[in-house]
Structures are given as structure tokens and as C-alpha cells.
């Protein structure tokens, strides 16, 4: 029978990898979230080896004896894991992409709900029902509304180039 | 009978893979689709009438139950599988003849159907898994299929509604994951019936830490206070018969979830108090947010955060009637918020927008709108004799019977949601169909095929008025047998309850060598049976 008390390095390791990757997934560029997601799925990748027990002899018949042998399942599974986590990262690399062509940045913006109350707020209006939705559209709300990343830009710049493209959506509203 | 268990999952994939193959071919697409989910259906509702005589199950691979991949279908899969894909043909008729209405123009559409019978490919595999880690495998599909509709035509709103949605879905999927690696290493087993005996044996501290878990990670998925506010907010801005069929399916699936880890892997009820709370906050803070928008489609997915707290209340209750009616609740809660996606395109078509401050005199322009947007939502606040009253009625009735201080609270909860979600819809009615237009509305006109799809839901969500009695005592036997547990561990592991753990085809030779005295050559015949 092998031991199956975790290694302290495995342990550590999925520490350090979790730890990292919540610091980037609280980010706002897109590209740190992927590679903050990329480093977390490593993490319980990881964890799931740890949940397998210590390593031992090759799981094939006639090998070793079942007893030494490691558990062969969770291998198993962080391969499909590690498949799926491919396909996601491609995904959201291909998001970011998309959305540096549309605003020249890949952050994330604030929901439109929230741009909309603290916009309000800014104004200092009363937080009662205004006329904040004169019957414009979600998406013309969305063109309009000005938006915590794009005030930014214009305050500080740090360096992000803004292509034509995405420059309507701050100048919309003054 | 249990050789259809899988087809669900597999008819929808192979489906997904022609249609692909016939991308340039907008006709065999369409052929396609509707030919794979009619045939899904068919099955489902010949599961349902199979799973009578109890549970089907079906070992992949052929390897028995605890070490196999196991796919299960008892009465609550069938069941929920037969709504959902029901639900997802009628979309998918309203998308067919919206497609037909626009002249089939645009690119989007080529990879609209593949995806789209690969997401129910995902909801049915994750109904049927009877492990944890294919409930995982379930997710991821269908979340990378929801994951690409969203952003569907990647337009700029899209794309921004959709980080946040794919953000925060991939957030909950690592979670489940790291609770499914916590579940194997404390019990050394995936699967659902073996996990049913073995997490009662460990060490209560960690029994709660893996129920807590797992409970996080489905209640993101199906958007239970405090872990909702990336639903109205990414919802919206997909075009409307996405919206719709996420609307009805996608957070089901995340209810669908906590109802198995509720009965099934942690009976001892320690969350139920955790649950009534997160419930009753759930549907007031929904419906809330509901009563403040100005926009249909914001309204509607506040409204369907509201509602997830009524089938969390009677998941929660942990009694048969409670879960009888949080089942019947998700039936005809999928239909009708299904229905109500659906017109709010209809309406978008007609006006233009779905702004409620540009609507108006809908009522004499689109009669017939009129009455499809009016039924569903007087369905969905509950009035009499519909199956919006009938779901309530049955959770209140279990929730007095329960009697407590918290099952009051959400008694009275529940009550002054529904009249808020009555003041929510009937605002939206009255500015949308009976206001005075502030401006001439563009003529636009929507195909009788679109009309006729969302007639056929809204028709359905009436008609589980009528079948009430029936579909009432079905939910019973669901709910009697969810709780007994016995009927789905016995009929996944037999032998005792442990299950054999072996090979198929090494126990056809073990009989046929038995018989014969021979047992010296297991290895070489093995393979050679089919």
C-alpha cells in the first residue's frame, strides 16, 4: 500500500499557482484574467494529483502489484481538465482580441447599470427615478454612457492607444 | 430501454458535427437541427414514461457503476429533460423563421446552429450525469456552446456583456473543480450514488466545507443572491432567442445541481437554513431590481432572478411537498420565462426597441402581441388559474405546513414578491401596449412562424394547467423518490449497493469460464467481445 498523506511541495505549489492567479483574475485587463484563469486551472490540476495520492508504480497490469500501483483515475481527469481549460483560453484570448479591436483596450468595463448610477452620482441628482432612460436603447446606452476606463484615458493616460474606432465613447457625452 | 440514456447527449453532438460539415449549406443545416431535436424529444418523452418502472442507467464503456462513466435518468432527468428540450425546438423554430424573415443574411448565423445543438448536448449530458466530474463535463459544454451565442456577431455591447458572463462562469466551473477534487481526495470517488454513502462516513467539518462548495458553484450558475449580479447585466444585450433559451435552461441546469447535492450527496439538511435565507433575499432583491428597470428585457432577467429563490425555497424546505412543488415550480418556470424572452423579441421587432419609455399603443398595432406578452406574465405573477399560482400555492401550503419562523418570513416573502412581480409586468404592460406612443413606431413586421413558436409556449405554459393533477403526482413520486435516495443508488450500484466495479466483458467471461471450469485465459479473450 503507498502512502497517501499529500506532498508538502504539491501542496505549496497549488498554493502559489491559486494565490497568483486570484491576484490577476482581479484585474481588469482581460489578458491578466486569462492568464490569472490559465494559472488557477493549473492549480487544481494540480490538486487533483495531490487528491490521488502520492505517486506510485504505473497502473498497468501485470506491472506492478494493484497495491503499488497510483490511482490512475485523477490523471483521468486533469487531462479533460487541462483539455477544457484549453479550449476556454482560446476563447477568451480571442475575446481580448476582439475587444482591443473594438476599444483599442481589453479591460473590462463596468456594467451599464452601474456606469448609469454612478454617473447619477456624479451629477449629484436624486438616486430616485430620473429621466435617466429617455428612451434610448440598451446599445445606444451603452455608446453614450460614460464609462469608468474610458474617463481614465482622457484624466491619465497610461499609455493605451485609442483607435478611432472606440474614441466616441467618452466624447458622446459632453 | 436503458441503450436511449445517452442518445439525448449523442443525437444533438453528431447533429452539431454535420451541421458544421453543411456550413455552406443554410438548408441541410436547418434540416439538420430540427431533425436531431425532434428526434431528442421523441426519446425523452419515451424516457419519461420509462423511468415509471424505475431508473435507467447505462455504464459507458461497459465497465459497471462505481469505475465506469455512469449515465443515470430517473425521474427528475427525464423530466427535466423532456421541458428542456421542448423548450429548445420552440426556440429554435422562432430562430428558423426569423432566419427565413431576414432573408438569411449575415455570417453569425453558420456557426449558430452547430453551437446551438451542442449547448443541448451539454444541458442533456449534464441532466444525465451520474458522476460528478461529468456533471463538470456537462457544464464546460454547455457553457463554451452559451459562451459563443452570447457574443454572437461580436459586436462591442456583446463582447463587453459577454467578459463579464464568461468571467464569471469560468470562476464557478473552477470552483466545482476544486470541490471535485476535494470530494475525491476525502472519499475517493466521483460518482453520485457511491458519494450518497461515502460522504455520510467522513468527518462532518469537511462534509460542510464540500456542501458548501459545491453549493457556491451551482448557486452562480443558477444566479442565487449574492452571486447573481452578472445576470441582468449579460443577459440582455444577447439577441433575444439566445436570451430566451439561456433564460429558460442554463440557470435550471445550476438548480437542477443543488437539488442532487441537496438530497443526494448531503440529506442532512445543515445548509437548509443557510438556503431559505439566500432564498427569501433571492426573490425580494430580484424583483426589486425588476420594479426599477425601464428596459423589457432587464425586467425580465430581473424577474427570473427573483423567481430561482421560489425553487431554492423548496429545495430548502428539505420535505416532499416542498420539493415536489420547487420541481413543478422549474417546469413551468422554464416555459414561461422562455415564452416571455421570446415575445420581448417579438416586441423588439415590432417597435424597434425594448425600451418601455419609447414603447407604446402596441395594443392597437399588435393585438395579437398583445395577448402572447399578457398571458405568460399574469403566468408568471401567479394569478389563479394558471400554473404560476398552482407552483406557488404548492410551496406556500409546503411552507406553512413546515410552520418556523423562517418559513413565514418566506411565506410572506413570497407573497409580496408576486405582487411585485405583478406591479413589475403589469407597468410594462400598460406602457408597452397602452401608452401613447411618444414617437410613430417603425413598421416592421414579424413572420407567422416566429408568432407561431411563441404561441406554442405559451400555449404549453397553459396547458401545464391543465395537466396539473397528473404532472402534480409525477412531481410527488420525483420528490418521494430524490429523498428516499434508495431507488437511484440501488439501481446504479447493484450488488449490495457496492457495485462490482468491473468490466463488462470480464464478467461475461468470468460466467462463460465458470461454466466451463475454465478460468486460466481472462486476459486473452478479453476485447474480443463486443
New interface residues.
Given amino acids: 500500500m503507498i502512502d497517501t498523506s499529500p506532498s508538502l511541495a504539491l501542496v505549496l505549489l497549488v498554493g502559489v499557482l491559486v494565490g497568483t492567479g486570484v491576484y490577476l ?1 482581479l484585474e481588469r485587463s ?1 489578458t491578466r ?1 486569462v492568464v490569472g ?1 490559465a494559472l ?2 493549473n492549480g ?1 490540476n494540480v ?2 494529483l ?3 495520492g502520492r505517486a506510485g508504480a504505473p497502473p498497468i ?1 501485470g506491472a506492478a502489484a494493484p497495491e503499488d500501483m497510483s490511482d490512475p ?2 490523471q483521468a ?1 486533469i487531462l ?2 487541462i483539455v ?1 481549460t484549453l ?2 483560453t482560446a ?2 484570448l480571442a ?1 481580448a482580441y ?2 482591443w479591436q ?2 483599442g483596450h481589453d479591460e ?2 463596468d ?3 452601474d456606469r448609469r448610477i454612478a454617473r447619477r452620482a456624479e451629477r449629484n441628482e436624486l438616486p430616485a ?1 430620473s429621466t435617466d ?7 445606444e446606452d ?2 453614450s454612457v460614460r464609462d469608468e476606463t474610458a474617463s481614465e484615458d482622457e484624466h491619465a493616460p497610461r499609455g493605451h492607444h485609442r483607435p478611432a474606432m472606440g474614441a466616441d465613447d467618452g466624447e458622446a457625452l459632453r | 430501454m436503458n441503450e436511449l440514456v445517452p442518445l439525448p447527449v449523442l443525437i444533438p453532438l453528431i447533429g452539431a458535427g454535420l451541421a458544421l460539415a453543411f456550413a455552406r449549406y443554410p438548408r441541410a443545416q436547418r434540416v439538420i437541427s430540427l431533425v436531431s431535436l425532434t428526434t431528442v424529444l421523441a426519446i425523452a418523452v419515451v424516457l419519461l414514461v420509462a423511468v415509471n418502472d424505475g431508473p435507467l442507467v447505462l455504464d459507458i464503456g461497459g465497465w459497471a457503476a462505481p469505475v465506469g462513466i455512469t449515465l443515470v435518468a430517473d425521474r427528475l432527468s427525464a423530466l427535466m429533460l423532456a421541458v428542456s428540450v421542448t423548450v429548445t425546438l420552440a426556440v429554435l423554430v422562432y430562430s428558423l423563421a426569423q432566419g427565413a424573415a431576414d432573408g438569411d443574411q449575415g455570417a453569425p448565423l453558420t456557426i449558430f446552429h452547430p453551437t446551438y445543438l451542442v449547448l443541448s448536448a451539454g444541458v442533456s449530458n449534464a441532466f444525465l450525469a451520474g458522476d460528478l466530474f461529468n456533471l463538470y463535463v456537462g457544464f464546460e459544454i454547455l457553457l463554451v456552446a452559451s459562451f459563443v451565442l452570447i457574443t454572437l456577431g461580436g459586436t462591442r455591447e456583446r463582447v463587453r456583456a459577454g467578459t463579464t458572463y464568461v468571467v464569471v462562469s469560468l470562476l464557478s466551473s473552477i470552483i466545482f473543480l476544486t470541490a471535485i477534487a476535494l470530494v475525491y481526495a476525502a472519499t475517493g470517488t466521483v460518482n453520485l450514488a457511491q458519494l450518497s454513502g461515502r460522504l455520510a462516513e467522513i468527518d462532518p467539518g469537511t462534509q460542510l466545507v464540500l456542501q458548501v462548495m459545491l453549493l457556491v458553484a451551482f448557486g452562480i450558475k443558477a444566479a442565487i443572491f449574492p452571486l447573481h449580479a452578472w445576470l441582468p447585466d449579460s443577459y440582455p444585450t444577447a439577441p433575444a432567442l439566445v436570451t430566451a433559451v439561456f433564460a429558460g435552461l442554463l440557470t435550471k441546469v445550476g438548480v437542477y445541481a443543488i437539488i442532487r447535492t441537496q438530497t443526494l450527496l448531503f440529506p442532512t439538511g445543515r445548509a437548509d437554513d443557510l438556503l431559505m435565507v439566500a432564498a427569501l433575499v433571492t426573490m425580494v432583491v430580484g424583483i426589486l431590481g425588476a420594479v426599477a428597470q425601464q428596459d423589457i428585457k432587464r425586467m425580465l432577467s430581473f424577474t427570473l432572478v427573483s423567481h430561482i429563490g421560489f425553487m431554492v425555497w423548496g429545495i430548502a424546505m428539505a420535505t416532499d411537498d416542498g420539493l415536489s412543488s420547487a420541481i413543478y415550480y422549474v417546469v413551468h418556470h422554464i416555459t414561461v420565462q422562455t415564452a416571455l424572452f421570446l415575445v420581448a423579441g417579438l416586441i423588439e421587432r415590432r417597435g424597434g426597441t425594448t425600451s418601455l419609455a419609447r414603447l407604446g399603443s402596441l395594443a392597437r398595432l399588435a393585438p395579437l402581441l398583445a395577448i402572447l406578452f399578457f398571458i405568460p406574465a399574469m403566468n408568471l405573477a401567479g394569478i389563479p388559474p394558471m400554473s404560476g399560482f398552482l407552483g406557488k400555492a404548492g410551496l406556500i401550503q409546503a411552507g406553512v405546513v413546515d410552520g418556523g419562523a423562517l418559513s413565514w418570513a418566506l411565506v410572506a416573502g413570497s407573497l409580496l414578491t408576486s405582487l411585485l412581480t405583478l406591479y413589475a409586468i403589469t407597468k410594462a404592460w400598460n406602457q408597452a401596449f397602452w401608452q401613447e406612443a411618444p414617437e410613430e413606431l417603425p413598421e416592421t413586421s414579424s413572420s407567422a412562424g416566429m408568432v407561431g413558436a411563441t404561441a406554442g409556449l405559451v400555449v404549453l405554459s397553459l396547458g401545464l394547467t391543465v395537466i396539473a393533477g397528473p404532472l402534480y403526482d409525477y412531481t410527488d413520486r420525483a420528490a418521494r423518490d430524490l429523498r428516499a435516495r434508495s431507488p437511484y443508488v440501488d439501481s446504479v450500484l447493484v450488488d449490495g449497493g457496492r457495485g462490482t466495479g468491473q468490466s463488462r466483458d470480464v464478467t461475461e467471461d468470468a460466467d462463460r469460464q465458470e461454466d466451463t471450469g475454465d478460468i486460466e485465459d481472462v486476459e486473452e479473450t478479453e476485447g474480443s467481445v463486443p
Wanted: aromatic letters at 4%.
Fill in positions: 483574475l482581460l484574467i484563469i488557477i486551472s487544481v490538486l487533483f495531490i487528491a490521488g497490469i483515475l485523477p481527469m479533460t481538465a477544457i479550449g476556454m476563447f477568451l475575446m476582439r475587444s473594438l476599444n473590462v468595463q456594467d451599464l447599470e427615478r432612460d429617455a428612451g434610448t436603447s440598451l446599445a451603452a455608446a
